[in-house]
Structures are given as structure tokens and as C-alpha cells.
């Protein structure tokens, strides 16, 4: 389904950032096609496809002030590579190594138990749950 320019519009304001033609152009590359996981470098790569004059550094901080604001999670694979998710929703995902991409696992599939405790004066924000497949 199709993303409409009014609702990326309504969606950053609604979020609190200001709709600069940038910010909405990768919105609606971003939101367009449901719920999907992806890298900079990979809507880098579709923003060029689009013709969507945008530099790499722009889409690194538009993804995270995107997330900042509630509109993405982000998805820390390791120290060196960070992927984003449009589902914002508390799921955990599969991680291929094949091919670096993630599948969501519904929270309902997966208990988390045995939590430690958690220091005074904290409360637990989300649980990340990244669970590696290789190829046989």
C-alpha cells in the first residue's frame, strides 16, 4: 500500500520533526512498502534508484532522527553493523548470517525469564533479543 505524501507529513509532525523535502522523500521510500528491516547503505542505494539527491551522511542522521523519534528501532547486529526496523513493536528477530538480513520473531513465540535485577532508580525500556542462524 502506497504511502501518501499528507501521511508522511502528519507522521513527522506528529513525531516532532519538522517535514523538510528531504525528511519526507526518505520517509516515503522508508514506510512505502510496510514493515522491513534495512542499512543506510541500502536506502542510500534506493534513494539514488529514486533519484533523491541525498548524501549517505544525511540518511545516517535522518535514520536517526527517525529512531530518536520513535519512527524506526534500531537493531545493533555487533560493533560494526546496525540495521533499522519500521516495526517499531516489542518482537525479536532472527539474524541469517547468509545473507545479513533479520525476520522478525513475535513476542508471543519467546519468553524472556531470569532477568537480573536492575539497579534503583531504573526501569526496563525493551528487551533485545537477536538470535544468529547459519546455513547448515
Known amino acids: 500500500m502506497p504511502v501518501h505524501m499528507c501521511e508522511v507529513i502528519n507522521k513527522l509532525r506528529d513525531a516532532g520533526l519538522r517535514p523538510t523535502r528531504q525528511r ?4 516515503e521510500l ?3 512498502g510496510g514493515d522491513r528491516h534495512f542499512s543506510a547503505e541500502k536506502i542510500h542505494e534506493e534513494a539514488e534508484e529514486a533519484r ?3 548524501s549517505l551522511a544525511t540518511i545516517y542522521n535522518t535514520l536517526n532522527q527517525f529512531t530518536d523519534a520513535g519512527l524506526l528501532r534500531e ?6 553493523r546496525t540495521l533499522f526496523d519500521t516495526n517499531t ?7 541469517m548470517e547468509s545473507d545479513g538480513s533479520l525476520v522478525d520473531i513475535e513476542t508471543h513465540d519467546l519468553k524472556v525469564i531470569g532477568l ?21
Not at 519526507?24 to 520517509?27: P, T
Not at 513493536?89 to 539474524?95: C, V
Open 24 to 27: 519526507v522523500a526518505l520517509a
Open 30 to 32: 522508508l514506510f512505502a
Open 52 to 54: 533523491i539527491p541525498v
Open 75 to 80: 537493531v545493533a547486529i555487533d560493533g560494526s
Open 89 to 95: 513493536s516489542n518482537h525479536y528477530h532472527f539474524f
Open 116 to 136: 537480573p535485577e536492575i539497579p534503583p532508580g531504573t526501569d526496563i525500556s525493551r528487551i533485545d533479543v537477536i538470535v544468529r542462524l547459519a546455513d547448515k
